[in-house]
């Protein structure tokens, strides 16, 4: 495993499309920051819930790890008291939807910086 290759991936899951705009594929690099911000944007938008660790409710342990995958936004979320979720909007589980949406997909975004940094990909 290069360090290199490892150290985009890591700033491709901080900033969706950073490992990318970091290796001069500008268009996928700003592609995936402006879906994965929209997707999450919206979700926080509709009242959606940013989870926090809790071991009571396996499945808030499965949204946790999913909302992690929004890097930055998940780290200014928990920091800036946002994404907390409103149960009184009917749009609440679309949005919470979108969050974990979007931090899965960042993950796979990371993983995609990792292949090209080691030559598995263009």
């Not at 490992?19 to 509709?46: E, P, Y």
């Not at 940013?50 to 929004?70: C, M, R, S, V």
Request: aromatic share 12%; hydrophobic share 50%.
């Amino acid at each position: 495993m290069k360090i290199k290759s490892v150290a985009l991936m890591v700033l491709g899951w901080l900033v969706p499309g950073l490992g990318h705009i970091a290796q001069k594929k500008f268009a996928r690099g700003l592609t995936f920051l402006a879906c994965i911000l929209a997707m999450t944007g919206l979700g926080l938008v509709m009242g959606g819930k940013i989870y926090p660790f809790q071991t009571e409710n396996p499945l808030t342990i499965l949204a946790f790890f999913a909302d992690i995958g929004n890097g930055l936004v998940y780290l200014l979320s928990r920091l800036l008291g946002f994404g907390l979720g409103d149960l009184r909007q009917s749009t609440f589980e679309f949005g919470t939807a979108f969050i974990a949406g979007a931090g899965l997909l960042n993950y796979l975004i990371a993983l995609d910086a990792y292949d090209i940094a080691s030559g598995k990909k263009r």
